[in-house]
Nanobody, 117 residues
Framework: VQLVESGGGLVQPGGSLRLSCAAS????????MNWVRQAPGKGPEWVSA????????RYAESVKGRFTISRDNAKNTLYLQMNSLKPEDTALYVC???????????WGQGTQVTVSS
């Protein structure tokens, strides 16, 4: 199993970024997927989840209305569109495969998002 994130970077407040997570080594379309983030000096924070076929999504209150999770099962890729970014969104963003609700069995290395003027 391999999960490889990309798309992070430095963006000004109010800006947008689109993160991607390329999955391999397993049947991507069979698993729910998540985005989790960790800010410097803080513990991991769950951000968003999507079910295996993309028909259902969930968001943390802190990102609801600003972030959109999606997936392309034909491309084995998970996405996170982030709009109206705030400095408090600064974190390492990691994609994670669901093992059970609120439980994950595989993680990527993450992509850094920094929101600063």
């Amino acid at each position: 199993v391999q999960l490889v994130e990309s798309g992070g970077g430095l963006v000004q407040p109010g800006g947008s970024l689109r993160l991607s997570c390329a999955a391999s080594g397993f049947t991507f379309s069979s698993y729910d997927m998540n985005w989790v983030r960790q800010a410097p000096g803080k513990g991991p924070e769950w951000v968003s989840a999507i079910n295996n076929d993309g028909s259902a999504t969930r968001y943390a209150e802190s990102v609801k209305g600003r972030f959109t999770i999606s997936r392309d099962n034909a491309k084995n890729t998970l996405y996170l569109q982030m709009n109206s970014l705030k400095p408090e969104d600064t974190a390492l963003y990691v994609c994670a495969r669901s093992l059970a609700p609120s439980s994950y069995d595989y993680w990527g290395q993450g992509t850094q998002v920094t929101v600063s003027s």
